[in-house]
Structure formats: structure tokens, C-alpha cells
């Protein structure tokens, strides 16, 4: 399973930008899909997730700002980062095939990642 994740781009404080992740069409109904991100030398943390059901999870440090869709005509789950802050600078990826969870470790729990997309807020 192949996840694409694109987007990512050198942001200024206060700006917008949009990542995606092209999902094959046999993994755009998993139950979760979620992104997660990583900055060197720290722990991979997770930023939002999308459930089938359309339940979105967010973690405290992104909500209000962050938002999780999905085009399932176009095998697309979207991560939209509203407001950026420098902090947010990291890399980030997107996985399906774990539990729709995004606390401290279950990065653990996917099974399949892209191989990410860098964003830099200045």
C-alpha cells in the first residue's frame, strides 16, 4: 500500500497551506485515516484523524486551526493548515490501517505511511 503526500512548502506565520495524500482505492474506506507529524530527534505525533463514519479527531495543539477532509473521488485525504505557527514546522504524514486514534504513541498502531512532506512556517 502506497500513500503519496504532497503539498508541503515553506509557510509564513499566519498563512494557509493545503497537504494531501493520495490513498489507493482500496485503502479510501479504511476506517481511520490520520495524519501524524515529526520533528527531528522528537516522538512522531498525531494531528488529526478522519473516521468513516466522518467522526475528526484533532489534537489540542492544531484544533481550531487545522482541517481534515476527504475526496474519496479522488482517493484524497486533505490536511488544511490555517494560521500556521513556527512550531508547526515539521514533517508530516499521512497513514491508514490502524485505529482511530491519534495519542502519544499510536503512530505505533498504523500499518501503512507515505513518505511524508515537509512543512517550514517562518
Known amino acids: 500500500v502506497q500513500l503519496v503526500e504532497s503539498g508541503g512548502d515553506s509557510a509564513q506565520t499566519g498563512g494557509s497551506l493545503r497537504l494531501s495524500c493520495v490513498v489507493p482505492p482500496d485503502s479510501v474506506n479504511d476506517i481511520c485515516l490520520a495524519w501524524f507529524r515529526q520533528v527531528p530527534g522528537k516522538e512522531r505525533e498525531g494531528i488529526s484523524v478522519?473516521?468513516?463514519?466522518?467522526?475528526?479527531r484533532y489534537a489540542g495543539s492544531v484544533k481550531g486551526r487545522f482541517t481534515i477532509s476527504r475526496n474519496d473521488g479522488q482517493n484524497t485525504v486533505w490536511l488544511r493548515l490555517n494560521n500556521p505557527k513556527t512550531e508547526d514546522t515539521a514533517m508530516y504524514y499521512c497513514?491508514?490501517?490502524?485505529?482511530?486514534?491519534?495519542?502519544?504513541?499510536?503512530?505505533?498502531?498504523?500499518?501503512?505511511w507515505g513518505q511524508g512532506t515537509q512543512v517550514t512556517v517562518s
Open positions: 478522519l473516521a468513516i463514519d466522518g467522526t475528526i
Open positions: 497513514a491508514v490501517d490502524g485505529p482511530c486514534k491519534i495519542e502519544r504513541g499510536s503512530w505505533r498502531l498504523f500499518g501503512y
